[in-house]
């Protein structure tokens, strides 16, 4: 078996730990969850005792209290495995209030179950030994090196040396059943002791039958005397029963007179309640009413509330008091008011070019007629250019004023959008659509709510047609029905007769059947005359009297009865002195067996003495080699006591000292190197080897041997060890 992962919700734990096969090294600082983790996978393979009480070994907490979930939440794990070439997981949970009460194993890829394993098996299946020899071998606590006597132990080491079938029993259990073979005769609550009680009873017997008969005299005189008593009493009662019964007929005329009155009464009743409809009808017309009413009133709140008119769209300012057409005509009509204003041409400039040309051609020739003394030419020159002046003086004012009158049109071109909140006169078109089509639902609204009103309307008057046929309904035995106030005061009316009459007619089946009762209390027969002093009498004290007298007399007659037979059985002095000497036999009898026993159980420890001889050499010789592996070849020799007690010897030849008088750190070497020892003869070897801080009292060089110890034990089998040590080159896991 090689465990590859678990998964808990258990203690602190609530996460998951992967292993792999050989050496596992968990390095974990303290409150980390190594002891948790430990105790998670003992409690996955045997699962949680709940039976488990506070006590000082637990310190006062059980496993079911100790681990359970921090967070709340249920106990409960998986524990994935490889076992007999396949890999399994097996998953303990809480059922209802048992923790990881539920067990469940299955194959991981295709989830068949696995039938082997079950919830009690699963520890002893998995690891080969039952859970109390896995605790004292492979399973190793953190200051828990202790190997303590253990009756499973005991009969796998027998089997080392005898037939091998671990089936037999142990010296433990064959001690304990002798011892109880013993206790069952010589015990306190054994055949011996009711052996000699017994012979002690018939002695006494002998002595107790004259005695006997004495008292059975004085019953009989005290049973004389209840006898008389007892029928004194009698007689008594039976006067106070006549007394009673002829009370009882005086009651009987009174009730026939009650019972009169009570059939005029409910006759007159009948007659109001015939005029009127069944109950049930009443309760039907009282709900149709009501409902009635209540719809008539929803109805009418309906009318009331119902929406008005609607005050119509508020149109905007550049459309108000238009309907929709008009307002399409607006709008088309500003569109080409713009384009005209926006495509206002701006004043042609050719005059004012020719003139500045003119007068720039006029100086370049009068330029050129000074220079050139040509008189011609400057005449020319300066004819242009006063020409070009003139020209200019004139056309600039008119071109200016053209050219401001096509900027203001421009300007209220661009006014015309803006009217209209709008950047370009193109969104005209569409702000009229949508004008025209809100004139248009404003009209619809309108139309519907005139519907509505006529609808709410109409149901008002179907509802109140309903309500008046309902009223007619009513006045029919009703007749000052008028509203429906009135009918609901009626229908109330009515109910109240019918309700009153059930009564009446109730008590008046309670009268007859009184009148019945008491008839056949009475019986036919005649009057029973009348006794006043009888009814003085008390009931309770006569009838206590008589009891009392009865239990006396049966008191006596069973005491008398059975002391007649008890002097008719010991009366026979033979037949007790017979019965005494039986008795002196069967503890004669009883002596010789419980010596027997005693033989036995000297010649059982003899037995186990030898056996022991037999298989403590081997664990011995290799808890030996191991501890001298373990402590450098110091102490290559152990002795095993009987109770699992552990001696060394110092390889300089040194007296034997036990692990009690060692230091905490060797003590701790010795129990490893037995635990070890055993595992390795006891123990399957694919069975896991769990280590819980074990090696915390070692040294570090008697640490770093134990690792290596362990290292090496990996090859063969997988080990998980949990510590605060740090060793190189072993492999490490780490929790997810």
Not at 407 to 423: C, D, K, N
Not at 479 to 492: G, H, I, K, M, V
Request: charged share 30%.
């Amino acid at each position: 078996m090689i465990i590859k992962k678990m998964r808990a919700s258990f203690g602190k734990l609530h996460e998951t730990l992967e292993l792999h096969g050989g050496m596992n090294l968990l390095c974990l600082p303290n409150e980390a969850g190594k002891s948790t983790w430990s105790a998670f996978l003992l409690a996955m393979l045997y699962g949680i005792d709940t039976s488990e009480r506070a006590s000082v070994q637990n310190h006062g907490l059980p496993a079911k209290e100790r681990y359970k979930p921090w967070d709340g939440s249920a106990m409960e794990g998986a524990v994935e495995l490889e076992w007999n070439g396949k890999n399994i997981i097996i998953e303990r949970t809480t059922d209802r209030r048992v923790p990881m009460g539920a067990f469940r194993a299955y194959e991981t890829e295709s989830g068949v179950p696995v039938p082997e394993l079950t919830g009690e098996n699963c520890g002893l299946v998995l690891c080969g030994v039952e859970r109390s020899v896995f605790e004292r071998t492979a399973f190793i606590r953190q200051s828990g090196m202790f190997v303590g006597a253990d009756t499973a132990l005991e009969k796998r080491l027998g089997a080392l040396v005898t037939t091998g079938e671990e089936g037999a029993k142990s010296y433990s259990e064959l001690e304990k059943a002798l011892r109880e073979r013993k206790n069952r005769l010589t015990g306190r609550a054994g055949k011996l002791p009711r052996l000699t009680q017994e012979a002690e009873a018939l002695r006494r017997e002998l002595q107790e039958i004259y005695a006997m008969q004495e008292q059975a005299m004085a019953l009989t005189a005290k049973k004389e005397a209840a006898e008389e008593a007892v029928k004194t009493a009698g007689q008594r009662l039976k006067r106070l029963e006549r007394a009673r019964e002829a009370q009882k007929q005086a009651g009987l005329a009174e009730l026939e007179q009650r019972l009169s009155e009570q059939e005029q009464l409910c006759a007159r009743l009948e007659q109001t309640v015939a005029r009127l409809p069944g109950e049930e009808d009443l309760h039907r017309l009282q709900r149709r009413l009501e409902q009635a009413e209540n719809d008539l009133n929803t109805a009418k709140m309906e009318a009331a509330f119902a929406p008005s008119e609607t005050a119509g769209i508020t149109a905007p300012p550049y459309f108000a008091g238009l309907d929709g057409r008009q307002a399409r005509e607006r709008a088309a009509a500003d569109c080409e008011e713009y384009e005209r204003l926006r495509n206002a041409q701006a004043p042609k400039k050719t005059l004012p070019v020719l003139s500045g040309a003119a007068l720039a051609l006029g100086a370049g020739l009068a330029v050129c007629g000074w220079l050139w003394t040509l008189p011609v030419l400057l005449t020319v020159g300066a004819v242009l250019a006063a020409a070009g002046v003139l020209s200019l003086l004139i056309c600039l004012p008119v071109l200016r004023k053209r050219s401001l009158a096509a900027q203001e049109r421009r300007h209220q071109a661009e006014l015309i959008p803006l009217r209209y909140g709008v950047t370009d006169c193109a969104e005209l078109p569409r702000l009229a659509e949508e004008y025209d089509k809100a004139l248009q639902e404003d009209r619809r609204c309108r139309d519907e709510i005139a519907a509505h009103k006529t609808v709410l309307q109409e149901a008002v008057r179907e509802l109140e047609k309903r309500l008046n046929a309902l009223i007619s309904e009513v006045s029919a035995f009703a007749p000052d029905c008028a509203s429906a106030a009135d009918c609901r005061e009626a229908l109330a009316a009515a109910l109240r007769a019918h309700s009153r009459f059930s009564a009446e007619r109730r008590a008046l089946d309670a009268l007859r059947q009184q009148r019945e009762s008491l008839r056949l209390i009475l019986g036919d027969g005649a009057s029973a005359p009348e006794d006043p002093e009888a009814l003085t009498w008390d009931e309770a004290k006569l009838r206590y009297e008589h009891r009392t007298a009865v239990q006396t007399l049966e008191g006596c007659t069973t005491r008398l009865a059975a002391m007649e037979g008890a002097i008719s059985a010991k009366g026979d002095a033979v037949a007790l002195t017979a019965a005494l000497e039986r008795c002196n036999e069967a503890i004669t009898a009883v002596r010789e067996q419980s010596e027997a026993i005693d033989l036995a159980m000297a010649a059982l420890k003899s037995a186990d003495e030898t056996l022991r001889s037999r298989f403590s050499p081997q664990i011995t010789a290799e808890a030996g080699e191991l501890l001298a592996q373990l402590t450098g070849g110091r102490y290559p020799r152990v002795l095993l006591e009987p109770d699992m007690r552990l001696s060394v010897r110092a390889e300089d030849g040194t007296v034997m000292r036990a692990a009690a008088a060692m230091s905490c750190g060797t003590a701790d070497q010795m129990y490893l190197a037995l635990r070890l020892a055993m595992v390795r003869r006891l123990l399957p070897q694919d069975a896991p080897l769990v280590l819980d801080d074990a090696l915390v009292n070692f040294d570090d060089e008697r640490a770093r041997s134990a690792a290596e110890l362990l290292t090496r034990e990996a090859e063969n089998r997988q080990v998980i060890l949990f510590t605060c040590h740090e060793f190189n080159n072993i492999g490490k896991v780490e929790s997810q």
